[in-house]
Each structure stands twice: as C-alpha cells, then as structure tokens.
C-alpha cells in the first residue's frame, strides 16, 4: 500500500524553465492538496480538489497550475520557475474535510 | 481576512513544565480544527482534531486541546513535557463552508529544556 506518491524527490530548476510534481495517491481519497513549505512559514494551501474535474485555488496560487483528472493523481505545474518558488512541496489527501491529512515524502525544489 | 494565528514563533520549556501552544482564527462560523506536529526530519502527525460538542479534546501523546468560541481560539495543551515533545506544531483550520480548504498556521517551534 504506496499511500502519497510525490515525485521527485529533489529537483533543480533554472529560472524561466517549467515543470510538473507529480502526485499519486492509492486510498481512493476525493480530497487533495498542495502545500509549500518554507522555513518559519508553515505551510501554506497552493491549490486543492474535492474529487476529479473540481480544483480551487489555496492562498498562493500564482505561478502554478494544477488539474485533476482522476481520483488518484494531482500534479502540479509551475510554469516560468522564480527563484520565489524554491520551497518543499507536499502533496497531501484526506477522505473528508474532518479527516486528517496523509502526506507525500515531499519535493525539495531550488530555482536558481 | 480570513487567517489562522500562532502567535508564538518559539517557545521554551523546562522537561516536566506544562505547555500551552496559542492558535487563533478569525473565520466566520466555527471551522474544523486541528492540532498537527512535525518532528525534525519527518512528516506531520495529527495531534487531535475538533468539529462540535465538548469544547475539551483529547489528543495522543497526553495532548489537549480546548476550544473557545468566545476567543476564536483552539489552544493546545499538555500537563508535563517530555524531552521527546520538541517539534513543531501546526494548527490547522477547515472554514465550515469552504469545501475541503485547509489552512494551516505559520507553526510554533517548541525546545525542551533538561
């Protein structure tokens, strides 16, 4: 039972290029997230989705894009990288909103 | 705007003191709420979470959580700290009408004094 998929694990990106986090999930959960998470931050909510074909934005959305296509994958998009978006990137699903968050290992992203 | 506060970036405490972590929101109806920890190096660990009733939750790891309405508040708690308990700790809302939204606070870092 994999639970939270994320890859990669590290990745560095030049400023301008692009490129998709791939999330994949095998708990059949309509609820999912993407986080980022900079030191003394917190986390904060990119984008989420309630089941296939429904996303919202999360409190920082600029500069990304996602799409749910199916119940288990939710990948992220960034689109032109800045160095603003060097972060740690969690993926995370829940079966409902009074269910708590089962997280991905996580991307570790450098834009330089 | 609607937010979630944790007032305290870090906190100390003598191992055997108790502990009060502050969390506050400022959302419209009462939220779903939550209490997670991250230890160093590892991922977040739910702590216990509130929706109705009791406004006292229990929690694992000897933890509580006490809500108030009056306050916009969801304080955690523990009577005697352990060394163990050093980690970060995240509050975590679910605005009522908001569909499956989770917003976390900015975490407080708790040390453990010997």
């Known amino acids: 039972n994999a639970g939270v998929t994320q890859t990669p694990k590290f990745r560095i990106l030049k400023i301008g290029q692009s490129m998709t986090l791939q999330c994949t999930q095998d708990m059949n959960h309509n609820y999912m997230y993407w986080y980022r998470q900079d030191p003394g931050m917190g986390l904060k909510l990119i984008y989420y989705?309630?089941?296939?074909?429904?996303?919202d934005k999360g409190e920082v959305p600029n500069g990304y894009n996602v799409s749910r296509s199916t119940t288990e994958d939710f990948p992220l998009r960034l689109e032109l990288a800045a160095p603003s978006q060097t972060s740690v990137y969690f993926c995370?699903?829940?079966?409902?909103?009074?269910?708590?968050?089962?997280f991905g290992s996580g991307t570790q992203l450098s834009v330089l | 705007a609607q937010s979630v506060t944790q007032p305290d970036i870090h906190i100390t405490v003598s191992e055997g003191a108790s502990l009060e972590l502050r969390c506050n929101y400022s959302y419209g109806a009462t939220p779903y709420l939550f209490w997670y920890v991250q230890s160093p190096g590892q991922g977040l660990q739910l702590l216990l979470k509130y929706f109705s009733g009791d406004t006292l939750v229990q929690g694992i790891k000897g933890f509580e959580a006490e809500f108030k309405r009056s306050q916009s508040s969801f304080n955690l708690r523990k009577p005697s700290v352990h060394w163990s308990d050093a980690a970060e700790y995240f509050c975590?809302?679910?605005?009522?009408?908001?569909?499956?939204?989770?917003?976390f606070g900015q975490g407080t870092e708790l040390s453990v004094k010997p």
């Open positions: 989705s309630v089941g296939a074909g429904i996303t």
């Open positions: 975590a809302v679910a605005p009522y009408n908001q569909g499956g939204k989770l917003i």
């Open positions: 995370a699903t829940r079966e409902g909103p009074r269910e708590k968050l089962f």
